[in-house]
């Protein structure tokens, strides 16, 4: 069994612990915010962020072994991630943004980030902090 802590491996069979990585602008990501699914897991920076660099979101495609950069949002753009939730009926992910005026809204990404597509204004309506998924609704818990 394996168990990731922001970008650590801990691999309990073996009882080692590995840095497999680091975060850019901050130490750690949103509680419940990674997504794990059989074709990777995916995770994105949540923390201070108060220059408002980039913010990569991040995949492993090896179990935590190795990562890289998906999508990066624009410097500038938003402060940090509210998590990466995967959407079993769309096969799509969902990345909420924080936190303050112009900086909240979702995108919803196919698996490679190829197809993107961007919900909301930027207001705190759009300031979700959990998601959870039905046939044919998207429904968020907001921290606002």
């Known amino acids: 069994m394996i168990k990731l802590f922001g970008k650590l491996r801990v691999t309990l069979k073996n009882k080692t612990l590995k840095i497999s990585g680091r975060l850019k602008n901050c130490r750690n990501v949103l509680h ?3 997504a794990v699914i059989a ?3 995916y995770l ?3 923390g201070d962020n ?3 660099d980039a913010v990569d979101i991040l995949c492993s495609k090896d179990g935590g072994s190795s990562w890289f950069v998906i999508y990066t949002f624009p410097a500038g753009s938003i402060k940090h991630t509210h998590g990466v939730y995967y959407d079993p ?3 799509r992910l ?3 943004t924080g936190d303050f005026k112009g900086e909240c809204f979702m995108i919803s990404a196919n698996l490679s980030f190829s197809d993107i597509t961007i919900h909301g204004d930027g207001s705190q309506l759009w300031r979700a902090v959990g ?3 039905t046939p044919d609704k998207v429904i968020w818990g907001m921290d606002s």
Do not use: N, T
Request: charged share 25%; glycine share 14%; net charge negative.
């Open 32 to 34: 419940c915010g990674i």
């Open 39 to 41: 074709e990777g897991i």
């Open 44 to 46: 994105s920076e949540y």
């Open 50 to 52: 108060s220059k408002r």
């Open 89 to 91: 009926h769309e096969g």
């Open 94 to 96: 969902w990345v909420p």
């Open 131 to 133: 998601m959870f998924f």
